[in-house]
């Protein structure tokens, strides 16, 4: 419920009128919704859903997110660092521009 009506209300939000509504409610409707998603969590997931939480890549990557939390703002520039000091040219667009950065900061967080 908690995430139809915040959905109702991101579409509501240009609106002239209804943007009032948005600004009251829609904390208070994501609010719920997180309220419902750990009391489903607390009684456990079923099917597809807890087949995707409890897939190893997945859960791996919840073991060393405080290590991607903590790396993660200073990899860009480190990437673009060492990839100029090899004479590269670092891209400038793309998704290999994010792709990099993405990798390292995994592959730091493991150690």
């Known amino acids: 419920m908690g995430l139809v009506f915040s959905v109702m209300l991101t579409t509501l939000r240009e609106h002239e009128t209804y943007w009032k509504l948005y600004t009251i409610f829609y904390d208070v409707a994501l609010a719920l919704f997180f309220c419902w998603l750990i009391y489903v969590a ?42 100029s000091s090899f004479g590269f040219e670092y891209p400038e667009g793309g998704s290999l521009k994010s792709l990099i950065p993405t990798l390292a900061t995994i592959a730091v967080a493991s150690l």
């Open 42 to 83: 607390s009684h456990g997931f079923k099917g597809i859903v807890r087949y995707i939480l409890e897939w190893p890549p997945l859960t791996y990557i919840g073991r060393i997110s405080y290590g991607i939390y903590v790396y993660h703002l200073f990899m860009p520039k480190l990437c673009m660092f060492i990839v």
